[in-house]
Each structure stands twice: as C-alpha cells, then as structure tokens.
C-alpha cells in the first residue's frame, strides 16, 4: 500500500509539473513570432535614421532664397532658422550636417530618390503633398499676406478687394502663395515667377498691384524695401509649416517629433525665433 501511494504521488507530480509548462492559447497568442520579431528589426535597420548614424551625416534639402528660413549670405555660406535647427538636429544626432541645395518644383522628387534624409525648407502641410510624403508635427504656423503697390494704400484693404480682372497679383510657382492667389483671388491677372524677389519687384517696379507670400517673407521684403510696398499684414490663410521625410518610417518621425518638442522646451527655438523671425538684423548679412 505504501509503494502504491509513492507512486500516485509520483504520477500527480509529473502532471502537475507537466501542467506549470504548458501556455495557455491566450499566452501563446501573447508571444510574438520568431518571424515577427525578425522583421521589426529588419525594418529598424531599415529607417532613415539608421541610415544617417551609420553614414555619420545629416543630408537636408531645401531651397535658398524663402527668408528667413534659408538664404546664401555675401560669403557664399547658408544661413537661416531653417539651416540653424537642422544644424541643432545633426548636433543631436551626433553627426555632420550636410546641406543641399534643390530647386524647388524638384525637391519632393530628390527627397523619394535619395538625394538627402529631410526637407527642411518652409514647407507647409498640404494634403496633396501628404500623399506623397510624410510631414513631421508642425514646427511654426504662417499664412499669405499681401504687399502693395503704394498707390493702391486706402483702395486695398483685404484680398477680397484684389479678386478683379483691373488687378495683377504675383507670387512664386509652385508656392502655397500660388495656391492662395487661385483659390482666393481667381478672377485677378495672376503673373508666377521663378523666385520671390523677382515677384515682389514687378509690384515695386509698378508692373504689377500685389505680391501674395507667406507673412515671414513679406516683413523681411517690407523690412528690405520700406515705404516701397504696403503691407497688409494680416493672414488670410492658415498654414503649418513642417519637416518632410519619405513615408513608412515611424522611428525617424518619432525621433524629430521628439527633438522638436525638447527644443521648444530647453530655449533653444525661442532663441531661433527671436533672431530670425522677430529681428531682421541678419539682413546686414546678405548684402553689403
């Protein structure tokens, strides 16, 4: 009886032990797959910013010429908030930063082939543009504003006023500035060109009535041109400007959302801000 006894007690064993190992269908769904762990790590490597630590180099393209976000000074070197905080990104990143200047209309293109990591550019959210690429959280909120020929002071006084056929209005192609004009202004005689200066300066040089561009850019154009335009200075449209990178890459986004928010936190974008956007003491620096 005693030998009977040991050996029940041997078999509950077994079975108790044999039970305490096996995982329950809800357990197992738990643990995820040799497969599925090998592939979350395939698409680690695969991100953009894997590819910048291990190239030692931060590639941002954007176009010179948007003030003040990035502009070539008299010696030949960028300059801008833009080309500041792309400078602070590499910092963080711990590697080199390396710009690179693209025409605009082909900037979306180079980013999706390669030719650099970002855009950091004055881009602004667009749907249309989202389809194609993926923007990070908006880093500064702007929107089109208008410069006028002074003999037009007191005649003006709203967008809404521009919308006639009498009235030329100019802004740069491919521009939200464009955009606006067309949606907001279709019956006025629209005039694109290739960059800002030359669509500001039809209006100075009385060949056009207005110029429509983003409110940074038009106080530095006020700033430079003085009692030669006016400046009606409130927005009519709402526009978040915003990094690009390519689409289907959550670890860089997350790494710049990260970065943007710690840099509005520790000063460092206000100090960005002040000089760039609230002061126009750099403008010494583009021309002599």
């Given at each position: 009886?005693?030998?009977?006894?040991?050996?029940?007690?041997?078999?509950?064993?077994?079975?108790?032990?044999?039970?305490?190992?096996?995982?329950?269908p809800?357990?197992?769904?738990?643990?995820?797959?040799?497969?599925e762990?090998?592939?979350?790590?395939?698409l680690?490597?695969?991100?953009?910013?894997e590819?910048?630590?291990?190239?030692?180099?931060?590639?941002?393209?954007?176009e010179?010429g948007?003030?003040?976000?990035?502009?070539?000074?008299k010696?030949g070197?960028?300059?801008?908030?833009?080309?500041?905080?792309?400078?602070e990104?590499?910092?963080?990143?711990?590697?080199?930063?390396?710009p690179?200047?693209?025409?605009?209309?082909?900037?979306?293109?180079a980013?999706?082939?390669?030719?650099?990591?970002?855009i950091?550019?004055?881009m602004t959210?667009t749907q249309?543009?989202?389809l194609?690429?993926?923007f990070?959280?908006?880093y500064?909120?702007v929107?089109?504003?208008?410069?006028?020929?002074?003999?037009l002071?007191?005649?003006i006084?709203?967008y809404?006023?521009?919308?006639?056929?009498?009235?030329?209005?100019?802004?740069?192609?491919?521009t939200?500035?464009e955009q606006?004009?067309?949606?907001?202004?279709?019956?006025?005689?629209y005039k694109?060109?290739?960059?800002?200066?030359?669509a500001?300066?039809?209006?100075?040089?009385?060949?056009?009535?207005?110029?429509v561009?983003d409110?940074?850019?038009?106080?530095y154009?006020?700033?430079?041109?003085?009692?030669?335009?006016?400046f009606?200075?409130?927005?009519?449209?709402?526009e978040?400007?915003?990094?690009?990178?390519?689409?289907g890459?959550p670890?860089f986004?997350?790494?710049?959302?990260?970065?943007?928010?710690?840099?509005?936190?520790?000063?460092r974008?206000?100090?960005m801000?002040n000089?760039?956007?609230?002061?126009?003491?750099?403008?010494?620096?583009?021309?002599?």
């Amino acid at each position: 009886m005693k030998r009977l006894a040991c050996t029940f007690a041997a078999f509950a064993l077994v079975l108790f032990a044999f039970g305490c190992n096996q995982e329950t269908p809800k357990q197992q769904a738990q643990q995820p797959a040799p497969q599925e762990i090998n592939v979350k790590l395939e698409l680690s490597k695969m991100s953009t910013l894997e590819k910048v630590l291990k190239r030692g180099e931060l590639r941002v393209g954007f176009e010179s010429g948007y003030v003040p976000f990035e502009m070539t000074n008299k010696k030949g070197n960028f300059i801008g908030f833009d080309i500041d905080m792309a400078k602070e990104m590499a910092k963080a990143m711990g590697v080199k930063f390396v710009p690179v200047n693209t025409a605009w209309d082909g900037i979306i293109p180079a980013l999706l082939s390669d030719k650099f990591d970002i855009i950091m550019s004055g881009m602004t959210v667009t749907q249309e543009r989202n389809l194609k690429i993926g923007f990070a959280d908006p880093y500064i909120v702007v929107g089109q504003t208008i410069l006028l020929n002074p003999k037009l002071e007191g005649t003006i006084t709203s967008y809404k006023d521009l919308n006639d056929p009498k009235y030329t209005v100019t802004s740069k192609l491919g521009t939200t500035g464009e955009q606006a004009v067309k949606r907001y202004i279709p019956k006025c005689n629209y005039k694109s060109f290739e960059n800002e200066t030359e669509a500001v300066l039809e209006v100075i040089n009385g060949k056009a009535d207005a110029y429509v561009y983003d409110l940074p850019n038009c106080v530095y154009f006020k700033a430079e041109y003085g009692d030669k335009v006016i400046f009606l200075d409130k927005p009519f449209t709402f526009e978040p400007l915003a990094w690009a990178i390519n689409k289907g890459d959550p670890d860089f986004m997350n790494w710049l959302n990260n970065f943007l928010r710690q840099v509005k936190n520790d000063g460092r974008y206000e100090r960005m801000y002040n000089k760039w956007i609230l002061h126009q003491e750099w403008i010494k620096e583009l021309s002599e």
